[in-house]
């Protein structure tokens, strides 16, 4: 080989990596995701500890799915096996009109269809371009379905840090985002990790939670949080010591978020499918008193409420009712 072509051999090979991170990174926002960064692939020490010490103090409620797969969650590598790069995604679902009046709060992420139908479309999409512009490539996509610590990832992919509340927050745009995840044996140019933690001295997340979930050291007490009590915690009554406490919330909860400084930098999203459902908007709380099972099941079939069943529902609603007579 001369050397000329041997020059020309070795920029290829330096240079495949660059063109196949710039080609990713690019469809990716083609695909209508907001940030995209990536991280090598390698086991999470430190997370492994944390991870531990918060399922030992119970901190995962009933959520048994978070004590399984330890391993798996910790080291992407047995999730898929010879991977290399761990490809973060964010995605913007922050509305451009909320909810009015008193009636019963629903969380933001959920106004519209449920993300776990839309990104993943999104995910699997980007994994067969990848695999027709690159060639055979191992993968697999995770939306918060998978043992995958992906606010870690995202941290380690240069997307922001992990707020007080336990959320991601993008220095550009606020935390009002879904993390996506694709694992790939794909050998990337990665990003540098978010290395600074802009909340400061700020405990506004932690001062503004009315069941004091959110703990110091960027610990929250999922037991305690109105997104598990209202959503993770099946068929079982409401502890009657958070009576007084939901401040209208019916499923989930965006205090931590409403009150974070840096949300005042969210932009509404572009996704026609994260477009309110416009029950959520205008139901009031009679009406949903009088809503029947049917109806739910009707008008909430591809939203993330379905989650918590119509039963669900009902109980939240009661329990929220029982808070507004007691005041």
């Known amino acids: 080989m001369g050397l000329l072509s041997l020059i020309n051999s070795c920029f290829f090979i330096m240079s495949t990596p660059f063109r196949n991170t710039e080609f990713i990174k690019k469809e990716a926002a083609r695909l209508g995701f907001d940030f995209c960064g990536i991280a090598r692939a390698e086991k999470l020490e430190e997370d492994a500890r944390r991870l531990e010490d918060w399922l030992h103090k119970g901190r995962q409620g009933l959520m048994k ?25 964010l995605k913007n679902y922050y509305p451009g009109k909320e909810q009015s009046g008193t ?20 995910l699997n999409e980007l994994l067969e371009n990848i695999r ?6 191992q993968g697999r996509g ?15 992919s240069g997307l922001g840090w992990v707020g007080k509340n336990g959320n991601l927050i993008n220095k550009q745009n606020g935390s009002f985002f879904f993390i996506a995840t ?19 001295n700020c405990t506004l997340c932690i001062d503004s939670c009315p069941t004091e979930a959110i703990l110091p050291n960027k610990v929250v007490d999922g037991s305690r949080c109105i997104s598990y009590l209202t959503i993770e915690l099946k068929e079982m009554m409401i502890p009657s010591e958070m009576q007084g406490k939901f401040n209208n919330w019916m ?3 965006d205090i931590c978020q409403d009150v974070c400084p840096w949300n005042r930098f969210s932009k509404p999203h572009q996704e026609t499918q994260f477009e309110p459902i416009p029950e ?7 009406e949903w008193e009088a809503l029947t099972e049917e109806n739910f099941k009707k008008i909430f079939r591809d939203s993330p409420l379905r989650r918590a069943k119509f039963s669900g529902i009902r109980r939240n609603l009661n329990f929220i009712q029982a808070d507004q007579k007691s005041l």
């Open 65 to 89: 799915y978070m004590e399984a797969h330890f391993e798996l969650r910790i080291d992407p590598r047995l999730l898929v096996p010879g991977a290399r790069s761990v490809i973060t995604l």
């Open 103 to 122: 009636a019963p709060r629903i969380a933001k992420y959920a106004y519209g269809k449920d993300y776990h139908d839309v990104i993943r479309g999104n």
């Open 132 to 137: 027709i512009k690159i060639g055979e490539v």
């Open 142 to 156: 995770f939306v918060d379905s998978a043992p995958v610590l992906e606010r870690t990832w995202a941290e380690k």
């Open 182 to 200: 694709l694992i790939t044996d794909l050998h990337l140019e990665y990003d540098d990790p978010f290395a600074k933690d802009f909340c400061g």
């Open 251 to 253: 499923f989930g909860c």
């Open 280 to 286: 959520i908007l205008n139901l009031s709380t009679k």
